[in-house]
């Protein structure tokens, strides 16, 4: 069931983005980890508490195995991760969809701002530009945390949600002008032509914005230090009933690169 604007703490208009921002991206072994959630742009971000009747999934991944991630309704942070094992760990938090109501100015410049141009052209070609539109969103929020030392070994991998975003090589054993591979899928199968966008917390306005190819890929040029945020949106014809014309999906990675890592230097 789709919940209101309100009750999803939905950002201003065309300021959508909502990523994971752990309180440490690399933990000690049995540090107890703060896992919250942002919503902004250019990553100034406010926080969204833990709200029970969003969290459609909350979770961990590590060598272990998958679990939930714990927290308090209301709270900030909205989870709370112990970590134990060495290695990657893949946060994921998917939300259940909330609905908006945009003016055909503001969802207009929103197709544009994403690239969503299929459904700017399909607008025109239904003669709704300048229509206002109904839509229904979900998070697909990931964040990759380290514990000791990076390995190759160590990968990401698909957590399920609709849309993704993974890498395809730990980010944390980089060597400088080495590319960083991603791939987005929707439903499980590669997207093609979609816009991914990279962002780091040093300089957001320098961002990276490549179209995937045909598998779904993209190869992204990373600077050391700060947090990286990629990110990519998706929007479908809504379903029958849900009382929208669009659904949208909105796929985020976070991660760190530390300036001092000697992958790096």
Same mark, same amino acid.
Request: proline share 9%; net charge neutral.
């Given at each position: !069931? ?10 201003? @208009?065309? =300021?959508? #983005?909502? *990523?994971? /921002?752990?309180?440490? %991206?690399? &933990?000690? &072994? ?23 009747? @969003? ?37 994921? %938090? ?49 964040? @990759? ?18 849309? /993704?975003?993974? =890498? ?17 899928? %929707?439903?499980?199968? &590669? ?7 990279? !962002? ?12 995937? #190819?045909?598998? $779904? ?7 050391? $230090?700060?947090? *990286? ?16 014309? *669009?659904?949208?999906? *909105? ?15």
């Amino acid at each position: !069931m789709a919940l209101t604007m309100a009750l999803s703490g939905a950002p201003p @208009l065309l =300021a959508h #983005d909502v *990523w994971i /921002e752990p309180s440490s %991206y690399l &933990p000690a &072994p049995g540090q107890l980890v703060g896992v919250r959630l942002r919503v902004g742009q250019d990553l100034v971000g406010d926080p969204i508490p833990r709200i029970p009747a @969003l969290v459609n999934q909350f979770v961990v991944e590590d060598a272990g195995g998958r679990r939930p991630v714990v927290g308090r309704p209301d709270a900030d942070p909205a989870g709370l991760l112990r970590v134990a094992r060495p290695g990657l760990h893949i946060v994921g %938090y998917f939300s259940h969809p909330s609905r908006i109501e945009l003016p055909a100015d503001k969802f207009n410049a929103y197709l544009v701002a994403e690239g969503l141009d299929a459904v700017t052209a399909q607008r025109a070609r239904r003669n709704e530009t300048g229509a206002s539109a109904r839509e229904l969103y979900s998070r697909c929020a990931k964040s @990759l945390l380290l514990v000791g030392p990076p390995g190759q070994a160590q990968g990401d991998r698909a957590l399920g949600f609709p849309l /993704e975003l993974v =890498a395809e090589r730990n980010p944390y054993t980089l060597g400088a002008g080495q590319d960083f591979p991603v791939r987005l899928s %929707y439903q499980g199968q &590669p997207l093609a032509g979609a816009l991914v966008v990279a !962002m780091n917390s040093l300089n957001p306005d320098a961002k990276q914005a490549v179209r995937t #190819d045909a598998k $779904g890929r993209v190869r992204l040029r990373l600077r050391p $230090g700060g947090m *990286w945020l990629v990110k990519a949106v998706h929007m479908v014809a809504a379903p029958a009933g849900a009382d929208a014309e *669009w659904e949208s999906f *909105w796929a985020s990675l976070t991660f760190e690169t530390p300036a001092g890592n000697a992958a790096l230097d």
